[in-house]
């Protein structure tokens, strides 16, 4: 149960963590302003057109990194705060806004493409195919549904009668469902790309009905502050996080080692007969072995850090530890990699089984795997970070050497 629990959980946590600060500031920023509108109305009176700037900055960037999904969504911001030159009519706002969420939420439901030719011209064509929509067709689904919305209308007159001066009952529940299909797909994998969208797809909605150029301004803003945030943290992520394993990559550790000080220890862990395994099993089942490896050392105790260092290879950082203060905490990971069974599943039975095989359905196999660990600690005679992992590396060789599956100290 707690396994299957387990990955929930951690969704969970990944979800709070992108959605909960962005959610703080905005709250604050609007509260702010809720109580102080003469205030921020006289800062923001002269400058409407930093909204345009902020977009634009917001939108240079995400097509610097490739981010096409921000790009839209910040083409779509402005299309969403625009003074036409003609005043719109109520089924023409409508429709700019139902075209908007609806935009947004095919960004969330897709992927980057790029900014090639053939990719802009099909993004082009759905996004004009959705305002279409919204314009022709959503309108008369409005008239063809309303027989049935005089139980949701009631609901809603009950529990805010001032939704309905602003939009039919049609428009309103289609913007719920939108909402819960934007936070559905920001739960089941949240991203930074996702947790920008969505609050772009919520302000959105909130600039359209509040339409006061100075909240404009300030929702938009910190919307394309969200969106360079969120690209950048994205890069940095890519550039410090191995990919596989979601540890910190070797570029992370050579920054993380200029900020130790004069007192840590090397640690370098190396997966036994990895190679034999791949071959025997397959690199989809290497990959998981390296993931499961990697999860392990990253839980190491006594305050060690754990990179992926390059193929099967790992290193685990102890600041301000000597060799034998970090024997113990090596042996214990060890120890438990060693434990872990690996249930390998068995191959698909054939399309029309024997009843034999039907009796008796295949097991899945059980493996394991080791790792041999290699620890050098910093001295006056190996000061620098090259010597200390030489030092490490013929430690993990001795180890090797050993009979593997152990841990080797370097002779200092």
Not at 153 to 181: A, D, G, H, R
Not at 202 to 223: C, N, Q, R, T, W
Not at 305 to 316: A, M, N, S
Request: proline share 5%; glycine share 4%.
């Amino acid at each position: 149960m707690s396994a299957n629990l387990s990955p929930l959980l951690s969704r969970l946590t990944s979800f709070c963590w992108l959605f909960v600060p962005p959610l703080v500031v905005f709250s604050f920023l609007f509260g702010f302003y809720h109580f102080n509108p003469q205030l921020i109305d006289t800062w923001l009176v002269d400058i409407p057109w930093l909204s345009y700037l902020g977009l634009t900055m917001a939108g240079l960037i995400a097509w610097q990194f490739g981010r096409s999904r921000l790009v839209y969504a910040s083409l779509l911001l402005a299309l969403l705060i625009i003074q036409p030159p003609l005043v719109l009519t109520a089924e023409l706002l409508d429709a700019r806004l139902i075209g908007f969420v609806f935009s947004v939420l095919f960004l969330l439901y897709s992927k980057d493409k790029g900014f090639s030719l053939i990719n802009l011209l099909s993004s082009l064509g759905v996004f004009t195919g959705i305002f279409i929509f919204a314009w022709l067709l959503v309108p008369q689904l409005s008239l063809l549904v309303q027989p049935w919305l005089t139980s949701p209308e009631s609901l809603i007159f009950q529990l805010e009668p001032k939704l309905l001066s602003i939009s039919n009952t049609f428009n309103l529940m289609l913007l719920l469902c939108i909402f819960m299909l934007g936070l559905m797909r920001l739960l089941f994998v949240p991203d930074n790309n996702h947790n920008a969208l969505f609050f772009a797809l919520v302000l959105g909605v909130v600039i359209h009905f509040h339409s006061k150029p100075e909240f404009d301004l300030l929702a938009i803003m910190a919307l394309s502050a969200l969106f360079c945030f969120a690209v950048i943290k994205d890069s940095f992520t890519m550039a410090f996080k191995d990919e596989l394993t979601s540890i910190p990559s070797r570029r992370a550790l050579m920054q993380y080692v200029q900020t130790m000080g004069r007192k840590y220890t090397v640690v370098m862990s190396d997966i036994d007969h990895f190679k034999k395994f791949n071959d025997t099993y397959g690199h989809d089942v290497g990959d998981e072995v390296l993931k499961l490896v990697a999860s392990k050392l990253a839980k190491v105790s006594g305050g060690g850090k754990t990179f992926r260092f390059g193929g099967e290879e790992f290193i685990i950082l102890f600041p301000r530890k000597n060799a034998a203060e970090v024997i113990p905490f090596v042996e214990i990971v060890r120890q438990t990699i060693a434990d872990y069974d690996i249930a390998l599943r068995a191959k698909p039975r054939p399309p029309k089984p024997n009843k034999a095989a039907a009796k008796k359905p295949a097991k899945d196999k059980i493996v394991k795997v080791t790792t041999s660990f290699g620890i050098a600690q910093r001295s006056k005679q190996h000061s620098e970070f090259a010597d200390i992992m030489k030092q490490a590396d013929i430690a993990l060789y001795a180890a090797k050497k050993a009979g593997r599956n152990c841990v080797k100290v370097a002779k200092q």
